[in-house]
């Protein structure tokens, strides 16, 4: 067992300990579609964002002072010195999941899909999707939003979130719309070979900052890089994605706090 899979599996076992002794039904409960699930959440009324932090202790979190997403509000942005690359190749045969929450693509480690930060290896784990779009950008929401997830060795957390508006045909999209796991906790392959970089140009700006996981458990400490320029798709391809999701799965903006937001340019 590598370490950061040592190092989940110890996670879970503690988080399941304070769970199941914390005397709230909710935490008891497994959910079986997501193993790292504790307590059954979602965006709305008492299983809702407001409620995730009292949902279950492992999701205290939700209530911490670093959480994403954030409005970003460029008149407050300043330039940094972060450099970030990608390192993505084309894969096929990948699972393409519908969690109840999102639908969501997982790559394997031995597809090597690489994120560079400022010379630390993150590995690409998963993409997924959120409609409406989850930050907003001086205070308007896009159509949607997709979130690439990626996970260094010792388990830090670094996502690149990419805008998607209405607009041109999307190749990329257009590969996943062939094969989206209509049903909750259904699991199809990707037989088409796709490549993340196709969600980005040569040259993107991101903002910058340090926020969180934006589900439970709200998991701080993760590195956000939101792209400036947004991806387009057609009505018909943003349709398709978004029909077999909850209506709106997206977490409201949280506020900034003491963070600052960077930008990075050119990547
Ligand atoms: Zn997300």
Known sequence: MKPIQSIIAAMLLSLTFACSNSGKKSCTTHEKHDDTELAHWGYEGDEGPEQWDKLCPAYSECKGHHQSPIDISSDLSTSTDIEIHQNYSYVSGVDFVNNGHSIQVNFNDAQKNMLNVNGKDFILKQFHFHFPSEHTIDGKELAGEAHFVHVSEDGHISVLGVFIEEGEPNDFIERLTHH???????????TESICAQSAFSEHDDFYVY????????????????????????????????????PDHNNRPVQPLYDRKIGELADL
Do not use: D
């Open 180 to 190: 989206i796991p209509a049903k909750e906790g259904e699991t199809t392959t990707v």
């Open 210 to 245: 340090e926020g969180s996981l934006t589900t439970p458990p709200c998991t701080e400490g993760v590195n956000w890089f939101v792209r400036k320029t947004h991806m387009q798709a057609t009505h018909e391809q943003l349709e398709a994605l978004h029909k077999v999701m």
